[in-house]
Protein backbone atom coordinates (compact mmCIF):
# COMPACT_ATOMS: atom_id res chain seq x y z
CA UNK A 1 0.00 0.00 0.00
CA UNK A 2 1.63 3.27 -0.89
CA UNK A 3 1.20 6.20 1.39
CA UNK A 4 1.67 9.83 0.23
CA UNK A 5 -0.12 11.91 2.36
CA UNK A 6 -3.51 11.20 1.00
CA UNK A 7 -6.10 8.97 -0.18
CA UNK A 8 -6.04 7.05 3.27
CA UNK A 9 -8.95 5.65 4.35
CA UNK A 10 -10.23 3.42 7.23
CA UNK A 11 -10.52 0.68 5.76
CA UNK A 12 -6.80 0.83 4.70
CA UNK A 13 -5.46 1.63 8.44
CA UNK A 14 -7.35 -1.74 9.41
CA UNK A 15 -5.86 -3.47 6.68
CA UNK A 16 -1.83 -2.03 7.78
CA UNK A 17 -3.12 -2.13 11.19
CA UNK A 18 -3.75 -5.92 11.32
CA UNK A 19 -0.59 -7.07 9.02
CA UNK A 20 -2.72 -7.63 5.84
CA UNK A 21 -0.45 -4.55 3.89
CA UNK A 22 2.91 -3.51 4.08
CA UNK A 23 3.24 0.22 3.09
CA UNK A 24 5.82 1.64 0.62
CA UNK A 25 6.33 5.38 0.70
CA UNK A 26 5.32 7.61 -2.62
CA UNK A 27 6.06 11.20 -2.98
CA UNK A 28 7.56 12.85 -0.31
CA UNK A 29 7.80 16.47 -1.93
CA UNK A 30 5.34 17.75 0.44
CA UNK A 31 7.84 16.42 3.22
CA UNK A 32 10.87 18.33 2.01
CA UNK A 33 9.63 20.91 1.10
CA UNK A 34 8.25 21.39 5.02
CA UNK A 35 11.63 20.67 6.31
CA UNK A 36 13.26 22.76 3.80
CA UNK A 37 11.31 25.94 4.61
CA UNK A 38 11.59 24.72 8.41
CA UNK A 39 15.04 25.47 7.91
CA UNK A 40 14.59 29.08 6.85
CA UNK A 41 12.62 30.29 9.76
CA UNK A 42 13.54 33.56 11.94
CA UNK A 43 11.73 34.43 14.50
CA UNK A 44 10.20 32.50 17.90
CA UNK A 45 8.93 29.29 16.84
CA UNK A 46 7.03 27.38 19.30
CA UNK A 47 8.66 23.97 20.55
CA UNK A 48 11.58 24.83 18.99
CA UNK A 49 12.83 28.13 19.93
CA UNK A 50 10.39 27.97 23.07
CA UNK A 51 9.04 25.62 25.28
CA UNK A 52 5.65 24.28 25.47
CA UNK A 53 2.51 24.44 26.71
CA UNK A 54 2.67 27.15 29.55
CA UNK A 55 6.36 27.54 28.95
CA UNK A 56 5.62 28.85 25.30
CA UNK A 57 7.19 32.44 26.42
CA UNK A 58 10.39 31.05 27.25
CA UNK A 59 13.28 31.09 24.88
CA UNK A 60 14.75 27.49 25.18
CA UNK A 61 17.83 26.20 23.05
CA UNK A 62 18.01 22.58 21.74
CA UNK A 63 15.56 20.93 24.23
CA UNK A 64 13.71 18.92 21.99
CA UNK A 65 15.54 15.28 23.72
CA UNK A 66 14.43 16.73 27.15
CA UNK A 67 10.61 17.46 25.38
CA UNK A 68 10.59 13.72 24.38
CA UNK A 69 12.09 12.32 27.70
CA UNK A 70 9.51 14.49 30.27
CA UNK A 71 6.05 13.42 27.34
CA UNK A 72 6.85 9.53 27.63
CA UNK A 73 5.16 9.31 30.68
CA UNK A 74 1.82 7.31 29.84
CA UNK A 75 0.03 5.10 32.30
CA UNK A 76 -1.72 1.79 32.22
CA UNK A 77 -1.00 -1.79 30.18
CA UNK A 78 0.19 -1.77 26.73
CA UNK A 79 -2.06 -1.52 23.93
CA UNK A 80 -2.44 -3.95 21.28
CA UNK A 81 0.13 -4.28 18.80
CA UNK A 82 -2.25 -3.46 16.00
CA UNK A 83 -3.15 -0.14 17.25
CA UNK A 84 0.15 0.77 17.61
CA UNK A 85 0.78 -0.50 14.36
CA UNK A 86 -2.38 1.77 12.86
CA UNK A 87 -0.72 4.93 14.63
CA UNK A 88 2.78 4.79 12.88
CA UNK A 89 0.79 3.98 9.55
CA UNK A 90 -1.60 7.52 10.21
CA UNK A 91 1.70 9.99 11.56
CA UNK A 92 3.49 8.35 8.34
CA UNK A 93 0.80 9.65 6.05
CA UNK A 94 0.28 12.89 8.05
CA UNK A 95 4.03 13.58 8.00
CA UNK A 96 3.69 13.28 4.37
CA UNK A 97 0.63 15.72 3.64
CA UNK A 98 4.03 17.81 4.58
CA UNK A 99 3.75 21.03 7.02
CA UNK A 100 5.64 19.52 10.46
CA UNK A 101 8.64 20.40 9.01
CA UNK A 102 10.57 17.29 10.43
CA UNK A 103 13.02 15.73 8.89
CA UNK A 104 12.32 13.70 6.16
CA UNK A 105 14.70 11.27 6.45
CA UNK A 106 12.57 9.53 9.40
CA UNK A 107 9.92 8.46 7.03
CA UNK A 108 11.84 5.44 5.60
CA UNK A 109 12.53 4.36 9.70
CA UNK A 110 8.67 4.55 10.36
CA UNK A 111 8.10 2.29 7.14
CA UNK A 112 10.57 -0.28 7.79
CA UNK A 113 9.12 -0.27 11.90
CA UNK A 114 5.60 -0.91 10.26
CA UNK A 115 6.50 -3.70 7.83
CA UNK A 116 8.78 -5.06 10.34
CA UNK A 117 5.78 -5.77 13.16
CA UNK A 118 7.88 -3.84 15.62
CA UNK A 119 5.83 -1.11 17.92
CA UNK A 120 6.47 1.28 19.89
CA UNK A 121 5.64 0.10 24.00
CA UNK A 122 2.56 2.53 23.83
CA UNK A 123 0.69 2.80 27.21
CA UNK A 124 -3.14 3.15 27.21
CA UNK A 125 -3.04 6.53 29.31
CA UNK A 126 -1.77 9.93 28.27
CA UNK A 127 -4.13 11.89 26.04
CA UNK A 128 -7.53 13.81 25.88
CA UNK A 129 -7.69 14.85 22.53
CA UNK A 130 -5.28 17.31 21.83
CA UNK A 131 -2.80 15.21 20.81
CA UNK A 132 -1.34 11.77 21.70
CA UNK A 133 1.58 13.24 22.99
CA UNK A 134 2.75 10.23 25.59
CA UNK A 135 2.20 7.76 22.90
CA UNK A 136 4.53 9.76 20.00
CA UNK A 137 7.01 10.63 22.44
CA UNK A 138 7.53 6.96 23.22
CA UNK A 139 7.79 5.96 19.26
CA UNK A 140 10.41 8.22 18.96
CA UNK A 141 12.93 7.58 22.04
CA UNK A 142 12.46 4.22 19.99
CA UNK A 143 14.16 6.08 16.99
CA UNK A 144 16.40 7.47 19.13
CA UNK A 145 17.19 3.61 20.97
CA UNK A 146 16.51 4.99 24.27
CA UNK A 147 13.28 2.94 24.61
CA UNK A 148 13.17 -0.92 23.12
CA UNK A 149 10.60 -1.49 20.38
CA UNK A 150 7.77 -4.21 21.30
CA UNK A 151 8.56 -7.19 19.20
CA UNK A 152 12.05 -6.98 17.85
CA UNK A 153 14.49 -4.42 16.72
CA UNK A 154 13.38 -2.27 14.92
CA UNK A 155 14.79 0.92 12.92
CA UNK A 156 17.01 3.90 14.59
CA UNK A 157 16.81 7.34 13.59
CA UNK A 158 18.47 10.47 15.03
CA UNK A 159 15.85 12.96 15.35
CA UNK A 160 17.63 16.52 15.84
CA UNK A 161 16.07 18.36 18.57
CA UNK A 162 14.18 20.44 15.85
CA UNK A 163 12.26 16.89 15.20
CA UNK A 164 11.12 17.00 18.46
CA UNK A 165 8.13 18.70 18.54
CA UNK A 166 7.13 18.41 15.12
CA UNK A 167 7.12 14.42 15.52
CA UNK A 168 4.95 14.55 18.60
CA UNK A 169 2.33 17.24 17.18
CA UNK A 170 0.07 14.84 16.30
CA UNK A 171 -3.27 13.05 17.17
CA UNK A 172 -1.92 10.02 15.69
CA UNK A 173 -3.45 7.57 18.25
CA UNK A 174 -6.98 8.59 18.51
CA UNK A 175 -7.15 8.78 14.80
CA UNK A 176 -6.07 4.67 14.36
CA UNK A 177 -8.63 3.89 16.66
CA UNK A 178 -10.95 5.81 15.12
CA UNK A 179 -10.36 4.20 12.02
CA UNK A 180 -10.57 0.79 13.11
CA UNK A 181 -13.87 1.13 15.33
CA UNK A 182 -15.42 2.61 12.32
CA UNK A 183 -14.20 0.38 10.00
CA UNK A 184 -15.50 -2.71 12.34
CA UNK A 185 -18.14 -1.16 13.60
CA UNK A 186 -19.44 -0.33 9.67
CA UNK A 187 -19.00 -4.07 8.70
CA UNK A 188 -20.98 -5.61 11.43
CA UNK A 189 -24.06 -2.78 10.85
CA UNK A 190 -23.85 -4.12 7.55
CA UNK A 191 -23.58 -7.92 8.78
CA UNK A 192 -26.18 -7.02 10.78
CA UNK A 193 -28.87 -6.34 7.96
CA UNK A 194 -28.37 -10.12 7.20
CA UNK A 195 -28.77 -11.22 10.25
CA UNK A 196 -32.46 -9.13 10.47
CA UNK A 197 -33.19 -11.74 6.95
CA UNK A 198 -33.10 -14.44 9.04
CA UNK A 199 -35.04 -13.11 11.83
CA UNK A 200 -37.84 -11.43 8.79
CA UNK A 201 -37.79 -14.94 7.24
CA UNK A 202 -37.78 -16.91 11.02
CA UNK A 203 -41.00 -15.41 11.48
CA UNK A 204 -42.95 -14.67 8.55
CA UNK A 205 -42.43 -10.60 8.66
CA UNK A 206 -43.70 -7.73 6.40
CA UNK A 207 -41.73 -7.19 4.00
CA UNK A 208 -43.83 -4.09 3.24
CA UNK A 209 -42.07 -1.55 5.14
CA UNK A 210 -39.16 -2.26 3.34
CA UNK A 211 -40.83 -1.25 0.05
CA UNK A 212 -38.99 1.64 -2.41
CA UNK A 213 -41.96 3.57 -2.47
CA UNK A 214 -41.69 3.88 1.28
CA UNK A 215 -37.73 4.97 1.61
CA UNK A 216 -38.36 7.75 -1.63
CA UNK A 217 -41.19 9.21 0.81
CA UNK A 218 -38.70 9.81 2.96
CA UNK A 219 -35.29 9.79 1.94
CA UNK A 220 -32.45 9.26 4.04
CA UNK A 221 -29.68 7.17 2.69
CA UNK A 222 -28.93 4.67 5.01
CA UNK A 223 -32.56 4.40 5.74
CA UNK A 224 -32.86 3.24 1.67
CA UNK A 225 -29.44 1.16 1.93
CA UNK A 226 -30.73 -1.16 5.01
CA UNK A 227 -34.42 -1.46 3.27
CA UNK A 228 -32.70 -2.48 -0.56
CA UNK A 229 -30.33 -5.12 0.95
CA UNK A 230 -32.73 -6.45 3.60
CA UNK A 231 -35.17 -6.33 0.66
CA UNK A 232 -33.23 -8.04 -2.17
CA UNK A 233 -32.80 -10.97 0.72
CA UNK A 234 -36.48 -11.55 1.27
CA UNK A 235 -38.51 -12.80 -1.55
CA UNK A 236 -41.37 -10.07 -0.78
CA UNK A 237 -44.06 -12.58 -0.50
CA UNK A 238 -43.87 -11.85 4.14
CA UNK A 239 -47.36 -10.52 5.40
CA UNK A 240 -49.15 -12.43 7.65
CA UNK A 241 -49.96 -9.30 9.87
CA UNK A 242 -51.45 -6.01 8.87
CA UNK A 243 -48.48 -4.95 11.05
CA UNK A 244 -45.13 -6.00 13.01
CA UNK A 245 -43.51 -4.54 15.94
CA UNK A 246 -40.80 -2.16 15.32
CA UNK A 247 -38.02 -4.02 15.71
CA UNK A 248 -39.26 -5.65 12.04
CA UNK A 249 -41.60 -1.96 10.40
CA UNK A 250 -38.86 0.57 11.78
CA UNK A 251 -35.82 -1.84 11.24
CA UNK A 252 -34.56 0.09 7.97
CA UNK A 253 -35.37 3.45 9.72
CA UNK A 254 -33.45 2.61 13.16
CA UNK A 255 -30.40 0.62 11.36
CA UNK A 256 -30.32 3.17 8.67
CA UNK A 257 -29.23 6.00 11.07
CA UNK A 258 -26.68 4.09 12.32
CA UNK A 259 -25.54 3.41 8.73
CA UNK A 260 -25.34 7.34 8.38
CA UNK A 261 -23.85 7.78 11.36
CA UNK A 262 -20.78 5.44 10.58
CA UNK A 263 -20.58 6.78 7.18
CA UNK A 264 -20.69 10.22 8.89
CA UNK A 265 -17.80 9.11 11.35
CA UNK A 266 -15.84 7.70 8.94
CA UNK A 267 -15.60 10.78 6.36
CA UNK A 268 -14.75 12.97 9.38
CA UNK A 269 -12.08 10.88 10.69
CA UNK A 270 -10.41 10.02 6.94
CA UNK A 271 -10.47 14.30 6.71
CA UNK A 272 -7.77 13.97 9.73
CA UNK A 273 -5.88 10.98 8.21
CA UNK A 274 -4.90 13.12 5.09
CA UNK A 275 -4.70 15.97 7.21
CA UNK A 276 -1.13 18.09 8.04
CA UNK A 277 -2.61 19.11 11.48
CA UNK A 278 0.25 20.43 12.33
CA UNK A 279 1.35 23.25 15.53
CA UNK A 280 3.14 25.49 14.20
CA UNK A 281 1.92 24.28 10.73
CA UNK A 282 5.19 24.95 7.67
CA UNK A 283 3.50 26.57 5.32
CA UNK A 284 4.31 29.09 2.57
CA UNK A 285 7.46 29.98 4.05
CA UNK A 286 6.17 30.80 7.27
CA UNK A 287 5.11 28.89 10.83
CA UNK A 288 1.65 29.16 11.40
CA UNK A 289 0.54 28.61 15.27
CA UNK A 290 -2.70 27.22 14.97
CA UNK A 291 -5.37 24.79 16.81
CA UNK A 292 -5.76 21.92 14.11
CA UNK A 293 -4.70 19.60 16.62
CA UNK A 294 -7.96 20.13 18.48
CA UNK A 295 -9.96 16.53 17.75
CA UNK A 296 -13.45 18.25 18.23
CA UNK A 297 -15.06 17.29 14.76
CA UNK A 298 -13.81 13.75 15.61
CA UNK A 299 -14.95 13.73 18.92
CA UNK A 300 -18.60 15.41 18.28
CA UNK A 301 -19.04 12.59 15.38
CA UNK A 302 -18.21 9.46 17.14
CA UNK A 303 -20.44 10.48 20.17
CA UNK A 304 -22.95 10.03 17.29
CA UNK A 305 -21.83 7.11 16.28
CA UNK A 306 -21.80 5.38 19.34
CA UNK A 307 -25.46 6.74 20.67
CA UNK A 308 -26.33 5.34 17.00
CA UNK A 309 -25.44 2.04 17.85
CA UNK A 310 -27.44 1.37 20.86
CA UNK A 311 -31.06 1.73 19.13
CA UNK A 312 -29.48 -0.26 16.17
CA UNK A 313 -29.11 -3.11 19.17
CA UNK A 314 -32.55 -2.62 21.07
CA UNK A 315 -33.96 -3.11 17.89
CA UNK A 316 -31.93 -6.15 17.78
CA UNK A 317 -32.51 -7.87 20.77
CA UNK A 318 -36.30 -6.90 20.44
CA UNK A 319 -36.38 -9.48 17.37
CA UNK A 320 -34.82 -11.57 19.72
CA UNK A 321 -37.60 -10.94 21.77
CA UNK A 322 -40.09 -12.11 19.34
CA UNK A 323 -38.51 -15.39 18.44
CA UNK A 324 -38.75 -16.66 21.54
CA UNK A 325 -42.54 -16.15 21.51
CA UNK A 326 -44.76 -18.86 19.85
CA UNK A 327 -47.24 -16.35 18.60
CA UNK A 328 -44.48 -15.26 15.90
CA UNK A 329 -42.48 -18.91 15.12
CA UNK A 330 -45.34 -20.91 15.91
CA UNK A 331 -42.81 -23.00 17.69
CA UNK A 332 -42.72 -24.05 21.61
CA UNK A 333 -41.51 -20.86 23.61
CA UNK A 334 -37.84 -20.29 23.56
CA UNK A 335 -37.59 -22.46 20.84
CA UNK A 336 -37.46 -25.36 23.24
CA UNK A 337 -37.38 -29.01 22.06
CA UNK A 338 -40.00 -29.93 24.40
CA UNK A 339 -42.70 -28.32 27.19
CA UNK A 340 -41.01 -26.32 29.89
CA UNK A 341 -37.35 -26.87 28.58
CA UNK A 342 -35.72 -23.92 28.37
CA UNK A 343 -33.99 -23.66 24.93
CA UNK A 344 -33.05 -20.16 23.84
CA UNK A 345 -34.17 -18.28 26.86
CA UNK A 346 -30.21 -17.58 28.24
CA UNK A 347 -29.65 -16.03 24.83
CA UNK A 348 -31.96 -12.69 26.01
CA UNK A 349 -29.84 -12.54 29.12
CA UNK A 350 -26.02 -12.40 27.31
CA UNK A 351 -27.78 -9.87 24.29
CA UNK A 352 -29.29 -7.57 27.73
CA UNK A 353 -26.08 -7.63 29.45
CA UNK A 354 -24.31 -6.71 25.98
CA UNK A 355 -26.44 -3.66 24.97
CA UNK A 356 -26.28 -2.59 28.95
CA UNK A 357 -22.95 -2.21 28.02
CA UNK A 358 -23.67 -0.18 25.04
CA UNK A 359 -25.24 2.03 26.56
CA UNK A 360 -22.82 2.77 28.78
CA UNK A 361 -20.17 3.36 26.12
CA UNK A 362 -22.44 5.73 24.20
CA UNK A 363 -22.08 8.42 26.87
CA UNK A 364 -21.09 12.02 24.88
CA UNK A 365 -17.48 12.40 26.00
CA UNK A 366 -18.11 16.22 24.28
CA UNK A 367 -20.08 17.89 27.40
CA UNK A 368 -16.50 17.55 29.20
CA UNK A 369 -13.15 19.19 28.96
CA UNK A 370 -10.12 20.26 30.71
CA UNK A 371 -7.82 22.51 31.99
CA UNK A 372 -4.18 21.97 32.01
CA UNK A 373 -0.75 23.43 31.75
CA UNK A 374 -1.38 26.44 34.02
CA UNK A 375 -4.80 27.93 31.94
CA UNK A 376 -2.79 27.96 28.80
CA UNK A 377 -4.54 25.15 27.62
CA UNK A 378 -8.43 25.34 28.77
CA UNK A 379 -10.23 23.15 26.72
CA UNK A 380 -9.76 19.32 25.24
CA UNK A 381 -11.82 17.64 22.75
CA UNK A 382 -11.48 14.27 24.36
CA UNK A 383 -11.59 12.52 21.06
CA UNK A 384 -9.28 10.13 22.37
CA UNK A 385 -11.74 8.59 24.82
CA UNK A 386 -14.34 8.90 22.08
CA UNK A 387 -12.33 6.51 19.98
CA UNK A 388 -11.49 4.01 22.58
CA UNK A 389 -15.00 3.87 23.69
CA UNK A 390 -16.23 3.04 19.54
CA UNK A 391 -13.54 0.03 19.76
CA UNK A 392 -14.86 -0.99 22.97
CA UNK A 393 -18.54 -1.21 21.37
CA UNK A 394 -17.61 -3.43 18.34
CA UNK A 395 -17.67 -6.69 21.25
CA UNK A 396 -20.77 -5.82 22.22
CA UNK A 397 -22.57 -4.92 19.25
CA UNK A 398 -20.99 -8.23 17.71
CA UNK A 399 -22.59 -10.38 20.45
CA UNK A 400 -25.85 -9.11 20.21
CA UNK A 401 -26.09 -9.69 16.55
CA UNK A 402 -25.11 -13.23 17.28
CA UNK A 403 -27.63 -13.57 19.87
CA UNK A 404 -30.14 -12.91 16.98
CA UNK A 405 -28.86 -15.28 14.95
CA UNK A 406 -28.22 -18.23 16.99
CA UNK A 407 -31.74 -17.48 17.29
CA UNK A 408 -32.77 -16.85 14.08
CA UNK A 409 -31.23 -19.83 12.66
CA UNK A 410 -32.56 -21.96 15.40
CA UNK A 411 -36.31 -20.54 14.15
CA UNK A 412 -35.80 -21.55 10.79
CA UNK A 413 -34.15 -25.63 11.36
CA UNK A 414 -36.11 -26.74 14.37
CA UNK A 415 -35.39 -27.37 17.66
CA UNK A 416 -32.87 -29.01 19.31
CA UNK A 417 -32.37 -30.50 22.76
CA UNK A 418 -30.94 -28.26 25.21
CA UNK A 419 -27.30 -27.28 25.35
CA UNK A 420 -24.46 -25.02 25.98
CA UNK A 421 -24.44 -22.46 23.56
CA UNK A 422 -21.48 -20.53 24.03
CA UNK A 423 -19.90 -22.28 20.90
CA UNK A 424 -22.43 -20.95 19.20
CA UNK A 425 -22.27 -17.71 19.45
CA UNK A 426 -18.47 -17.96 19.27
CA UNK A 427 -19.08 -19.65 15.89
CA UNK A 428 -21.66 -16.48 14.77
CA UNK A 429 -19.55 -14.20 16.03
CA UNK A 430 -16.82 -15.73 13.26
CA UNK A 431 -19.19 -15.50 10.73
CA UNK A 432 -20.31 -11.91 11.48
CA UNK A 433 -16.75 -10.65 10.78
Not at 94 to 102: D, E, K, N, T, Y
Not at 121 to 146: K, M
Not at 292 to 304: E, G, K, Q, R, W
Request: charged share 20%; net charge negative; proline share 5%.
Amino acid sequence: MELNGSGLTCARVSAVATGAARVEIGSADRARAAWRAARELTGPVYGQSTGVGANKDVEVEASGSDLLRSHAGGAGALIEQERARGMLAVRLNQLLAGGSGIDPGVLPALAEAINSGVTPPVRAYGAIGTGDLTALATTALCLLGERDWAGGDGPRFPLADSDALPFISSGALTLADAALACHRLRGLLEAGIDVAAFSFTAVSASAEPLAAAVQEARPHPGQALAAARLRGLLNGELATRVQDPYGYRAFAQVHGAALDAVERAAGTVEIDLNAAAENPLIARSLAWHNGNFHSAPVALALDALRAALVPAAQLSAARLATLMEPGYTGALPFLADRPGSSGLMILEYVAQDALAELRHLAGPVTGATAVISRGTEDHAGFATQAARYALRCVEPLEIVLACERVAAVRARRGPEPDRPLDGDLDEARALLR
